[in-house]
């Protein structure tokens, strides 16, 4: 699946008309992901989760699959195509993101072929093998 059919799929099992509805997190905001939920940090003192079965389910729902044919694999909650995980919350899509800041530099080692963003790669695949142990996994859009 590629990123233009899973995001019209987004589209279509949300209603989506605006990305201004979708739930912007930043990765440094998300503090721990257990076998039941992420949690991040909403505000100052404010603490939110995403449920992971739900969206699993949502998923499930969107794709126009029954949420029991799992078969003991790893349950789908999203997608993920670098540098965000998107994930299938009620009501609104769920994104994780990391800024990725462009500068002169940055187009210079990309230029001469190294990765200017090694260290947001090593979190992005570090979020991605927690999602696995926990019994969940994400498309991989790219």
Partial sequence: MSWDEFYKSIQ??????????V??????????????AI?????????????LN??????????????NENNGRLKCVGGRCFPFFEFFTTEHHTR????????SFTRFLQKIRLDPYA???SKFH???KKLNAAGFTTLDLT
Avoid: M, W
């Fill in 23 to 36: 739930i912007k997190i930043p990765f440094d905001d998300v503090r721990e992901i257990t076998s039941e």
């Fill in 96 to 103: 994780i993101y990391t800024p990725l800041k462009e500068t």
């Fill in 12 to 21: 279509e099992a949300y209603h989506i008309e605006d990305e201004a509805t």
């Fill in 119 to 121: 260290k947001e790669h």
């Fill in 54 to 67: 739900e969206c699993a389910r949502n998923y499930c729902l969107a794709q126009g699959k029954s949420p």
């Fill in 39 to 51: 949690f991040y940090k909403k505000g100052y003192l404010n603490t939110k989760k995403i449920d």
């Fill in 126 to 128: 570090a979020l991605q």
